[in-house]
């Protein structure tokens, strides 16, 4: 069973706030880093969570739609200061990307195109590379608690590298946990013992199915009501994001064209904190300062509510002996997942001698130093940009 950590105390808002704004100006490379840096953060120096218990809030997070590593941040901030500590964790996390993603938007629609940022990301995600490695190392020695979960997690992580849909394996990862930890029980109890699923997962949030972009008129409520429909249906990644995006603002409405939504993939690929930070941009691009507003709001309003439904009810997850399998199996699939993406991303960092030494010095820095891995990150950053003059 997980301890919860201590609840409110004083000056928690104000620590919460500094700490997620550094972190949304800081976590670049996607939810896996985000969540690293989460753990390096709450576990290892303020020990605001067990590992045990930031364990459980990501397989809760991968149960609900929405963005895992901004859904994390909400809980953490709900944990260590109540709904207070929910808004000012999931703002502040928002705020930094939402104001950079804000900038490039009206610098794009100014001047047709956006800095780029290609050194930036060279010293960067060798850096990650480190910094995710250490996190799935350290959370996969209270993951494993059997060969059944070390199967799952080995499957998972190879499968993902093959092609296979990331929410099919999460959710028949936590399934089959689920099923082999409760076989005999299964054949004592085969035609009475129905488990009520739904009862521990909170209502669904409810949504109601003067700007112009490419010739189209455009409503701010059909914005504001598109995003939030997306925001409280979607699973999956950011590209799973972008497959929405494409169906319903080009295809369905024709507000933006397929160049735009390239651009707007650009945008998030270098800028740090969430990648649904995406809908500022578009926001923007069809309905200007307004539009970029309402539409991050409506994007990640679904996942405050659901967090703070969810909440309570992840204790009785754990410790339901069905529904506990199930969040172990969820549990070491989003860690396959997350070691998949770092193999993917290493593809892609590890270019030259250079990137290859910054990753085995982040990583001797990060284990055997403590260095924080936010500045790590900022020194990645700076060896990217002396990089580039060579």
């Given amino acids: 069973m997980t301890q919860a950590p201590n609840q409110t105390q004083k000056g928690d808002l104000g620590e919460l706030a500094r700490l997620f704004l550094r972190l949304g100006l800081t976590a670049f490379g996607g939810p896996a880093a985000h969540i690293a840096m989460y753990r ?9 969570i067990t590992d045990e218990h930031f364990l459980d809030l990501l397989g809760a ?4 739609p929405g963005p895992n590593s901004t859904e994390m941040a909400i809980h953490i901030g709900l944990l260590r ?18 104001l950079i993603v804000l900038a490039l938007a ?13 050194w930036l990301l060279y010293g960067i995600k060798p850096v990650i590379i480190a910094v995710v490695l250490q996190a799935v190392w350290g959370l996969s020695r209270k993951a494993i608690k059997n060969r059944v979960l070390v199967v799952i997690g080995l499957a ?6 093959l092609g296979f849909n990331e929410l099919l394996l999460m959710f028949g990862g936590g399934l089959i946990a689920m099923l082999i930890a409760n076989a005999s029980r299964l054949r004592q109890a085969a035609a009475s013992s129905a488990i009520k699923l739904l009862s521990i997962f909170p209502p669904a949030p409810f949504w109601v199915q003067g700007y112009s972009a490419n010739g189209h ?7 504001f009501l598109t995003f939030l429909k997306i925001g409280g249906t979607l699973y999956g990644s950011g590209y799973v994001l972008l497959a929405f995006v494409q169906n319903d603002f080009v295809e369905r409405l024709g507000w933006l064209t397929n160049e735009q939504l390239l651009d707007a993939v650009a945008i998030g690929q270098f800028t740090p904190g969430p990648v649904f930070t995406t809908a500022t941009f578009i926001g923007y691009l069809v309905a200007g300062i307004p539009g970029a507003v309402l539409a991050t709001v409506a994007i990640f309003l679904p996942s405050f509510v659901l967090v703070y439904l969810s909440s309570p009810f992840i204790p009785r997850l754990r410790n339901s002996k069905w529904l506990g399998s199930l969040l172990d199996g969820v549990n070491i699939a989003a860690l396959g997942l997350m070691a998949a993406v770092t193999v993917e991303l290493g593809r892609e960092a ?6 290859v030494a910054l990753a085995v010095a982040a990583a001797v820095l990060l284990i055997r130093f403590k260095v924080n891995s936010t500045w790590l990150i900022v020194g990645g950053a700076l060896v990217g940009f002396i990089s580039s003059f060579f």
């Fill in 40 to 48: 390096d953060e709450v576990v290892n120096r303020r020990k605001w």
């Fill in 61 to 64: 997070t991968n149960l609900i």
């Fill in 81 to 98: 200061a109540g709904w207070r500590g929910l808004l000012v964790a999931g703002i502040c996390f928002i705020l930094p990307a939402m």
């Fill in 106 to 118: 009206i610098i794009y629609d100014q001047y047709g195109t956006t800095p780029t940022a290609t």
């Fill in 156 to 161: 998972v992580f190879g499968l993902y590298l």
């Fill in 217 to 223: 008129e455009v409503s701010l409520l059909t914005l």
């Fill in 350 to 355: 590890l270019v030259d001698w250079v990137t």
